[in-house]
């Protein structure tokens, strides 16, 4: 039995306590980032391309669920304009949460940058106009999946959604399939996003944009 606090490397056990990593690659000076933080991201998001990370567009999103603990899942961002905007289930847990508060928290982590990406805004949903545009350029198996997942609701078995992704092919051919009033989009419109460039020492970088009341943006450096 191996406690919590260890974790088993090729049959040895290594006190988790004493992993290390020295940040090293790139630093962030306050005075060379944009004035915008939707231009910083782009700048970022663009180096994170080019250099191959892995998911790149994966990010965590947090929401405030109803039983009030935090609650959070990876969603993969699908459009950057004012906001960021990924697409789900409008009646899953996320949905409902999102439903009740409208507020909530993206993360991104690129560890092949040593770079992290926090955003906290308010939540809303896009038009149908961007669901359908974005439904449909979809790959038709994900299509049928929309309509077969009762996204965080209980299933006896796998067999069951199987069952059910047999039906929606049968009713759905790629030219008949229509999106299903409960799968969209939503988009996060910011009104913090943090900056954070690994450093040396733990003595890392973090630069806060912060949104005024005349929708400027105030920059601030923080501490690590």
Avoid: C
Avoid at 27 to 49: C, H, M, N, Y
Avoid at 59 to 78: A, E, Y
Avoid at 90 to 101: I, V
Wanted: glycine letters at 6%; aromatic letters at 10%; zero cysteines.
């Amino acid at each position: 039995m191996v406690l919590l606090s260890n974790k088993i490397v090729k049959n040895k056990v290594m006190n988790i306590s004493s992993i290390r990593k020295e940040y090293t690659l790139k630093s962030l000076d306050i005075k060379e980032v944009s004035s915008s933080p939707i231009t910083q991201f782009r700048e970022w998001f663009g180096e994170a391309l080019r250099a191959e990370v892995l998911e790149v567009n994966a990010m965590s999103l947090s929401t405030l669920g109803l039983d009030g603990f935090p609650n959070g899942r990876i969603v993969l961002l699908k459009e950057l304009d004012h906001g960021f905007v990924f697409f789900t289930n409008y009646q899953s847990e996320k949905g409902r949460e999102l439903e009740a508060l409208g507020k909530g928290a993206l993360t991104f982590y690129w560890a092949e940058l040593e770079r992290q990406i926090r955003i906290k805004g308010v939540i809303e949903k896009v038009t149908s106009e961007e669901s359908d545009s974005y439904f449909f350029s979809r790959p038709y198996a994900s299509q049928v999946g929309a309509w077969t997942s009762p996204q965080s609701q209980p299933i006896h078995s796998r067999e069951e959604l199987d069952k059910r992704q047999l039906e929606i092919e049968s009713k759905f051919n790629p030219d008949s399939m229509k999106r299903p009033e409960h799968w969209g989009g939503y988009r996060l419109s910011p009104i913090q996003i943090e900056f954070w460039q690994g450093r040396e020492s733990r003595l890392h970088d973090r630069v806060l944009y912060k949104k005024m009341e005349d929708n400027s943006w105030e920059i601030s450096r923080l501490a690590p």
